[in-house]
């Protein structure tokens, strides 16, 4: 049985931080691409940064410059380190194991339940 299981959101004011974990079991995480996706109120959900088994890292244009996303094969976990936060980063954040494809990353199967991040000024 496949679990993503997400941690490290919360409240923080515009220009603040957070870390996000997704701790994950069930799969072979050192052969799995994992990735993080965030859905807004009222807007679809959309691919935030990913990062391929060979640790190969893609990030949305959003997002570039100010979040990171890493990972620990040893702990079976994938981290999303988000500097210089901004309003429009309020959103539920998801841990995904995307596929990637001839067309780029796609999500995967496989969602964590979920974890709030609000930004306010």
């Known amino acids: 049985q496949v679990q993503l299981v997400e941690s490290g959101g919360g409240s923080v004011q515009a220009g603040g931080s957070l870390r996000l974990s997704c701790a994950a079991s069930g799969i072979i995480f050192s052969l799995s691409h994992m990735g993080w996706y965030r859905q807004a109120p009222g807007k679809q959900r959309e691919l935030v940064a990913s990062?391929?088994?060979?640790?190969?890292?893609n990030y949305a244009d959003a997002v570039k410059g100010r979040f990171t996303i890493s990972r620990d094969n040893a702990k079976s976990t994938v981290y999303l380190q988000m500097n210089s936060l901004k309003l429009e980063d309020t959103a539920v954040y998801y841990c995904n194991t995307p596929r990637v494809t001839g067309i780029g990353v796609q999500p995967g199967d496989y969602w964590g339940q979920g974890t709030q991040v609000t930004v306010s000024s």
């Open positions: 990062i391929r088994r060979s640790g190969t890292t």
